[in-house]
């Protein structure tokens, strides 16, 4: 039962701390966020396992953590708001050529990201040519052209 | 909110503002979470560690315990006139224990019905250390006898 109860409060743990790093971390990962994660990962595992390395808790712990993600995508899907509140929303960043800044703030985007995303994405060259920038829940920006 | 086009993401900013705020308050509280950890609120600090006094012995140990983690218990003795001085603790503490080594080796253990009984000989030490292992989270009463003076002592082992 212990196994359960750990995996539960890191799941919740780690949901909550990666949703409160906000959206553009995710996806803006580094080769020092990679390495970062990777330390993460140990300790999160260090902190499961404890001192029972048997092949039967590695098992019953996978399944535990699997469990939860299936069971959040199965809410996120039945109900809007939970699916808010455990991937978030997208936001618009930009409408009609023109940046909101007060949004852009408070999600850490510069207009250079979109812009570069409007190259990648489109092959725009100016804010002017773009209708609506929108940061997508995974942290991606999504350009839609005039 | 029924129209699945841009202007249904433009509604759900009002959902994002509150996110925000919640956001922030998130950070409060994982900073507090982290100031709490560094000065020993979840074990291993100064505000876990601490000492108490007996008729010729001074008792340390910490408050706060980890699951599955190391601790240990320090018996710092006065000088005494006794050949032996014996340090017991309750069955219900040593159940939920596992004593991985004590510093020096006692001369003689002994289990009576309640209590689990550590004789030393007295004059050759002045400090007998405990390394024990806490085996399950949640409050501990630690039950100790040090030369017939019982104490107890609450400690919090956290998962």
Redesign the interface.
């Known amino acids: 039962m ?1 196994y359960i ?2 995996a539960l ?1 890191l799941y919740i743990f780690i949901l ?2 990666f ?2 790093s ?1 959206k553009r971390s995710l996806s803006q990962i580094t080769t020092f966020d990679f390495v970062l994660l990777l330390i993460v990962g140990e300790t999160v595992q260090q902190g499961l396992l ?2 029972d390395y048997s092949l039967i808790n590695a098992i019953l712990l996978i399944t535990t953590l699997v469990g939860f993600e299936v069971l959040i995508s199965f809410f996120s899907k039945k109900w809007n708001l939970f699916d ?1 509140l455990t991937n ?5 960043i930009l409408k009609n050529g023109e940046p909101l800044w007060d ?1 852009m703030e ?1 999600e850490r985007i510069g207009i250079e990201d979109i812009l570069e995303s409007a190259r990648q994405s489109q092959g725009l060259k100016s804010l002017e040519q773009i209708e ?1 920038a ?1 940061l997508e829940k995974d942290g991606r920006i999504s350009v ?1 052209p005039k | 909110m029924n129209s699945k086009n ?1 202007s249904h ?2 509604e ?2 009002e ?2 503002q509150k ?2 705020k919640v ?1 922030k308050f ?2 409060i509280l ?1 900073v507090l979470l982290w100031v709490s950890g560094s000065v020993g609120l979840f074990g291993k600090g100064w505000l876990s560690g601490t000492k108490i006094e007996g008729n010729g012995y001074e008792l340390e140990y910490e408050r706060f315990l980890r ?2 983690t190391s601790t240990s218990i320090i018996i710092f003795l006065e000088e005494s006139s006794a050949d032996t001085i014996e340090i017991s603790f309750g069955k219900k503490y040593v159940k939920k224990i596992r004593f991985q080594e004590i510093t020096p080796k006692p001369a003689n253990i002994e289990a009576s019905e309640n209590r689990v009984i550590y004789s030393f000989p007295a004059s050759e030490n002045t400090m007998i250390i405990y390394h024990l292992i806490p085996l399950n ?1 949640g409050f501990l009463e630690l039950d100790i006898s040090i030369g017939g003076d019982q104490r107890y002592v609450k400690q919090f082992v956290y ?1």
């Open positions: 212990e109860v750990k409060i909550i701390l949703r409160a906000g404890g001192s808010h978030g929303v997208p936001v618009i949004r408070h609506y929108v839609i | 841009i993401v433009d759900l900013y959902f994002e996110e925000i956001r998130i950070w994982l699951d599955e989270a998962l």
